[in-house]
T-cell receptor
Framework: EAQVTQNPRYLITVTGKKLTVTCSQN?????MSWYRQDPGLGLRQIYY???????DKGDVPEGYKVSRKEKRNFPLILESPSPNQTSLYFC?????????????FGPGTRLTVL | GENVEQHPSTLSVQEGDSAVIKCTYS??????FPWYKQELGKRPQLIID?????GEKKDQRIAVTLNKTAKHFSLHITETQPEDSAVYFC??????????????FGSGTRLSIRP
């Protein structure tokens, strides 16, 4: 089944404790992206990757890191989480390298930082 | 920076009536405009998209119109049904393999269909 998976789905952590949210897709998509969703603010892009080893900042990259060592995986890293990073996070992938095609979203990861 | 404004934030319509959601964008180089639907507790899913070389696109009860001169685009849902109740997001982005490939989303419209 073609899909985007994220792990964990739910996470409660404390300020300053490094964490990684994994994202994997099995559709051979070049473009991958991370979003956060907050009430009243919609979806905001954190980072995107047009291909392996090519990443760039989205609208709200501060406090986040990503890597794209393989085509199928695009982990999101929070080196020192803070309470303002409490949010619902979505990973997405898209065919082509530019991202101007349908984005296929993962199920979401709800993160709470205490 | 680039911005996409979406209105209204909430919309309630009678079942069978039409619903219209409007978005304006600031980056005149934007040329790809998707619309996503997010049902409660679910992930966003693409329902329709339009590119700047087209003024209107239809898919059954859903249509999107684009006015590049005014920098706005709209989603039209006709003959609304209960399953249309969801949050709808518009988005805009430039096309092409470049550092300007980020996607800007609107803040969302919560559509409720009254029986």
């Amino acid at each position: 089944e073609a899909q985007v998976t994220q792990n964990p789905r739910y996470l409660i952590t404390v300020t300053g404790k490094k964490l990684t949210v994994t994202c994997s897709q099995n559709m051979n998509h070049e473009y991958m992206s991370w979003y956060r969703q907050d009430p009243g603010l919609g979806l905001r892009q954190i980072y995107y990757s047009m291909n392996v080893e090519v990443t760039d900042k989205g609208d709200v990259p501060e406090g986040y890191k990503v890597s794209r060592k393989e085509k199928r995986n695009f982990p999101l890293i929070l080196e020192s989480p803070s309470p303002n990073q409490t949010s619902l996070y979505f990973c997405a992938s898209s065919p082509g390298t530019s991202g101007d095609n349908e984005q296929f979203f993962g199920p979401g990861t709800r993160l709470t930082v205490l | 920076g680039e911005n996409v404004e979406q209105h209204p934030s909430t919309l309630s319509v009678q079942e069978g009536d039409s619903a219209v959601i409007k978005c304006t964008y600031s980056d005149s180089a934007s040329n790809y405009f998707p619309w996503y639907k997010q049902e409660l507790g679910k992930r966003p899913q693409l329902i329709i998209d339009i590119r700047s070389n087209v003024g209107e696109k239809k898919d059954q009860r859903i249509a999107v119109t684009l006015n590049k001169t005014a920098k706005h685009f709209s989603l039209h849902i006709t003959e609304t049904q209960p399953e249309d109740s969801a949050v709808y997001f518009c988005a805009a982005k430039r096309s092409g393999y470049s550092s300007a490939s980020k996607i800007i989303f609107g803040s969302g419209t919560r559509l409720s269909i009254r029986p």
